[in-house]
Each structure stands twice: as C-alpha cells, then as structure tokens.
C-alpha cells in the first residue's frame, strides 16, 4: 500500500480554548471557508473542550466536520472526580479521541501505562484514537529518539489487536516542537514517522504497518504544511495554534486534499 491509497486525517487540537459560543462560531467559520470543497480525500476533526462538545456536534452536524475529544478517562464510571469516560463521549456524539498527549504526560502525570489504558477503553467504547508520542529536546540532543517513540509506541499499544488497529491514527508530535514555533523539518518528520511504521510492522506486520495513518503534529501551519505533508510517511497533521484560525486551518486541509 502506497501513502496514496492512506486516509488523509488533519485535526485540529483546541486545547484549552474556545467557550461553546465561540466554538459554535469558529465551526461555521471552517465550513463557511470549506464550502464546494472536495472532501472525499481527506478527514477533517476539531477536538475540542468537554464543554464545547455539545455545541461543536451541534454546528458540524451533517458536515465533513468530525467531532473529537481530548482525552477520556479508562473507567466506564466511578469515583474519578473531574474525569469523563468514553462511553460518556460516544453519548454525545463523539467520533474521535486525543489519548498520550504531551501536555497531559508534562503536566497532568500521563505514563506509557495510562495512556494504554485510555487508548484500550476508547476502543472498546467505539472511539478512534489519535495516540500522540513524541520525545523531549534532551532525547534529541542525546539521540535517542527512535528508541523513545519505539518504545512509548509498544507500551501505548500493548493489547490493542490488529482489528482494533484500525481505529489508530498515531501523531508523532515532537515535544520541543508544540506550540514553539519550531516545527520539525519535513525530514525529520518522515523519518520518525517511517520509524513508527517500522514499529508498527514489527507488531501488526508490514501490511497493517502500511495502512495505518500517521499524522505529524508540532508548529504546523499553513505556511510549512505543504511540505511536511509532502512526505511519504506523513499522512496527515495535529493542529494547535494554526487550528483556531478558520483561514489558516483551511489551507492546511487543502494542502492534504
Ligand atoms: P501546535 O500544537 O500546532 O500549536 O504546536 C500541536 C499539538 O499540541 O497538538
């Protein structure tokens, strides 16, 4: 299978922005800039604040515009104050889920083994996984990053079949380079992509390896994206910044189209 014959997948990844008025609004906006558009070649998804979900189902409804989340707890239900679970998500019209984000591992206590956790009770519940790994500048500069990103992607993903592989998109997003402005060279990219293909063969075998989409996500914007979405293992894009401006996240999924 050729990167052609991969599902395209650009995310937007709000983070902690937008009320649901202005999400409402923000929706319309990307609609309004993708109108006539062809869709058929790539998937579009704004993951967006629990409280904004409602409203964002709401706006996207009948649309190219798929609805995820950003993160969801591993239980059904239970004593987990502040947390949201799957099944929970799905109730409200979720398609899609951001699970290992780095922010939530630097910030929240996220490890390999809860990020396992969550991807496997996303799954069950019916999600589709945006898994996010990704190595710290210091593991760069140390040259470990193949090693690093192999082996969060093993962890990640311990247990999770073949059959349910095909809910997983996985996001390399270099930690040095979110939200800094720094994006990756479009090589470097390729290159920890191809590397998590290459994992990927090793647990699932190369066919399962060829078809599984792997966005690459990190100061992407509609300036550099063209080129890094150019790469042969890059088949798509995790968004931030760029994602909370109508015009620019539009020229980002024109340039995967
Ligand atoms: P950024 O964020 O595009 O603002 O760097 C990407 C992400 O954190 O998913």
């Not at 239970?78 to 290992?100: F, K, N, Q, R, W």
């Not at 593991?139 to 990053?145: A, D, L």
């Amino acid at each position: 299978m050729k990167k052609e014959t991969r599902k395209a997948v650009i995310a937007g990844n709000w983070k902690m922005n937008k009320t649901p008025a202005e999400a409402t609004e923000l929706i319309t906006a990307i609609l309004q800039a993708n109108e006539g558009a062809d869709n058929s070649g790539c998937t579009v998804v704004a993951c967006v604040p629990y409280v904004d979900i409602d409203a964002a189902v709401k706006a996207a409804k009948g649309t190219f515009l798929k609805i995820g989340a950003e993160n969801c707890h591993w239980e059904k239900s239970g004593a987990y104050t502040g947390e949201i679970s799957a099944d929970m998500l799905v109730a409200c019209g979720v398609e899609y889920v951001i699970i290992g984000h780095s922010e939530r591992r630097q910030y929240f206590g996220e490890t390999d083994l809860t990020v396992n956790r969550r991807v496997k009770a996303a799954l069950e519940a019916g999600l589709k996984v945006i898994l996010c790994v990704g190595e710290l500048l210091e593991q760069r500069e140390q040259g470990i990053t193949s090693e690093i990103i192999s082996m969060q992607v093993k962890i990640d993903l311990a247990g999770v079949t073949a059959e349910q592989m095909e809910n997983v998109i996985i996001a390399y997003e270099p930690v040095w380079a979110i939200g800094t402005g720094k994006n990756a060279t479009a090589d470097e990219a390729d290159e920890v992509c191809g590397g998590i293909r290459a994992t990927l063969a090793q647990l699932y075998g190369p066919a399962l390896a060829e078809a599984t989409t792997i966005q690459y996500g990190g100061s992407m914007n509609a300036k550099n994206c063209a080129e890094l979405l150019g790469k042969v293992n890059v088949d798509g894009g995790l968004i931030g910044g760029a994602a909370l401006k109508a015009p620019d996240f539009t020229t980002i999924i024109s340039a995967a189209r």
